[in-house]
């Protein structure tokens, strides 16, 4: 792929289409992708309120990222291969236009990036340089280390929160389960019960109970967060609800999700989609890290160096012992 000169390149961690239209896959959904560690050059040079970041630590999402790479990703404007995945890494400003140069040599948190020539930036952090408008890369607490690439997941699990009730059923112990639960006893509400039907993800919990769906007949939960990604749970939800209770959405869902209305209607119960985090999000999840409200550790459980990604992507989406994947970026810029 074109570089272009060496001070404007970028060497991130991208997913090239793998697949073609003959074999059943398209240049915007093969049928998988394959992971690359590639010179790209930037589209731009840096404008004068652009900051450049020397990346760090990134996270691999299991969950969006994955569907990118499985080319199972429901199609959106701007999708399509190759891309540059990521949108959970941080790193030090290096460098940055003339309006920004006071933020040289902060630690800061980048939400993703659009600064690719050869590539689409979906969402685009998994590089070693990252261009981004100034306002875009939250300064954070060097002393998290690698942990502070876990900003996007709390900042999620707290946006979900802010709609309603806090928890008192989780469904899933992945890495946002864990971290809704974590917020909903920091906010002073009662520890949720979280199912898992994985018995290896039962572990690690912190004042509250992980359990096996099937040991639990509750059906009088008032308030059921779903982030299991499984869109074929939510009859199942629904039966599992108190009348006029709510069940929120608050994963993400590769096929149609539908449900039986009888039983919804008896219930009356009520549904709630959580998206991503926005802004605000993010300082408010700042501020309960600082003021000790929020621990994010012990959630990351693999590091692989960024040259290794080929083989970091695979293990981060299907090896059931790896909770969180980070690339190691330092060396390479």
Avoid at 114 to 138: E, H, I, K, M
Avoid at 169 to 189: C, D, F
Avoid at 226 to 235: E, F, I, P, R
Wanted: proline residues 7%.
């Amino acid at each position: 792929m074109p570089t272009g000169r060496a001070s404007r390149r970028c060497r991130p961690g991208f997913f090239a289409r793998k697949g073609s239209e003959a074999d059943g896959g398209s240049r915007s959904h093969p049928r998988s992708a394959a992971a690359a560690c590639a010179p790209l050059a930037r589209a731009d040079s840096p404008a004068a309120g652009d900051v450049v970041v020397e990346t760090r630590w990134s996270a691999i999402s299991s969950g969006t990222e994955k569907l990118l790479w499985t080319g199972e990703m429901p199609s959106f404007p701007g999708m399509g291969y190759p891309l540059v995945p990521g949108y959970e890494s941080v790193g030090r400003v290096v460098d940055a236009g003339t309006e920004a140069e006071a933020r040289i040599g902060d630690w800061v948190f980048v939400p993703g990036a659009a600064c690719y020539r050869d590539a689409r930036g979906l969402f685009g952090g998994t590089a070693a340089r990252l261009v981004v408008p100034s306002a875009r890369a939250l300064p954070v607490a060097e002393s998290l280390g690698r942990d502070g690439t876990l900003f996007a997941l709390a900042a999620t699990a707290l946006h979900a929160l802010e709609g309603g009730e806090a928890p008192d059923l989780i469904v899933g112990h992945g890495v946002l389960g864990r971290l809704l639960a974590r917020l909903a006893i920091a906010s002073g509400a009662p520890a949720p019960v979280v199912w898992d039907t994985n018995p290896l993800r039962r572990g690690g919990a912190a004042s509250y109970d992980v359990i096996d769906p099937a040991d639990d007949d509750r059906r009088d939960y008032r308030a059921i967060y779903d982030v299991s990604g499984d869109a074929t749970l939510l009859d199942v939800l629904i039966g599992r609800v108190a009348k006029r209770g709510e069940i929120v959405l608050a994963g993400f869902y590769r096929d149609r999700l539908s449900f039986g209305f009888a039983p919804a209607f008896r219930a009356e119960a009520r549904l709630r989609v959580a998206a991503e985090w926005g802004p605000d999000d993010l300082f408010s999840t700042r501020a309960l890290i600082e003021s000790g409200a929020l621990d994010l550790s012990g959630l990351i459980t693999d590091v692989r160096p960024a040259g290794q990604a080929a083989s970091a992507y695979p293990m981060a989406f299907d090896d059931p012992d790896c909770l969180k994947m980070v690339l190691d970026w330092s060396g390479t810029a």
